[in-house]
């Protein structure tokens, strides 16, 4: 069964949003405070599947609270409500390593929408069984890249892009065609350890695609997948 941990100081809220998710068949967790809601992520077998963090809390926020699991390199997705309506505090939230952010007085369907988005990405992280073998030699639009070397070439140019960047391309490539979520990238990529924030993943993105897009704006191989990841098309798509 899948666990989730809702952070929420306000009772009835807390009461009824566990009261609907467990009706949804999840097992639901609540903590009044983020020092409860941290201490819970110290104990090995109770390590939530995913967290319904509340923006304004007592003591920490949900800001701290978020930035203090991502800095234990704790992956989990975690979804943040608040009343909060600005674009900065949206902002912020992404910043310190929210999935999701949703506005309070939000509707139960679309909490539980989010909910099973970002469970089922959970899910789809673990390696796939349709991956593709790529050769030193990889081959796409107008890019001509050496994994051995790390030389690569796009038309004319020949560019040097960093480790990660070539490790990025390269699970793209291993992935061609298919949706990869920022989590599963952050996974196969960077790797658990020094993983500060999804946000990490779309900067890499933005180089990628100055790098190998003839109109970075308007891609056509590092493809955006509303609310699920990225997509890498090499030929090239609309
Ligand atoms: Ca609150």
């Known amino acids: 069964m899948q666990h989730i ?36 992520f110290e104990e090995p077998a109770g390590t939530p599947d995913l967290v319904i963090l509340d923006l304004m809390l007592p003591g920490m926020s949900g800001y701290a609270v978020c930035e203090a699991l991502r800095e234990k390199g704790i992956d ?10 600005l674009v900065e505090d949206r902002i912020r939230g992404y910043d310190v390593g929210a999935d999701q952010y949703l506005q309070k ?19 789809k992280s673990s390696p796939r069984p349709d991956r593709k073998e790529v ?29 990660t960047e070539m490790k990025l391309l390269r699970y793209f490539a291993e992935n061609e065609g298919s949706v990869v979520t920022r989590a599963e990238l952050l996974e196969h990529v960077w790797g658990m350890s020094h993983v ?16 190998f897009e003839e ?14 990841g990225y997509r890498f098309v090499a030929r090239g798509e609309a």
């Open 5 to 40: 941990l809702v952070v929420e100081d306000e009772q009835h809220l807390a009461f009824g949003i566990k009261y609907n998710l467990e009706a949804e068949g999840y097992e639901v967790t609540t903590a009044g405070d983020g020092s409860a809601a941290l201490k819970l």
């Open 76 to 85: 989990v997705p975690v979804l943040m409500l608040s009343a909060r309506t």
């Open 105 to 123: 007085p939000f509707e139960l369907e679309e909490l539980l929408s989010m909910t099973r988005n970002l469970l089922g990405r959970r899910a």
């Open 135 to 163: 050769g030193a030699v990889y081959e796409f639009g107008r890019a001509r890249i050496n994994f051995d070397t790390f030389a690569v070439v796009v038309g004319e140019e020949q560019l040097r892009l960093t480790h």
């Open 196 to 211: 500060p924030t999804t946000r990490t993943v779309d900067n890499f993105i933005v180089n990628l695609r100055k790098y």
């Open 215 to 228: 109109d970075p704006a308007h891609p056509k191989h590092f493809l955006s997948v509303r609310g699920a």
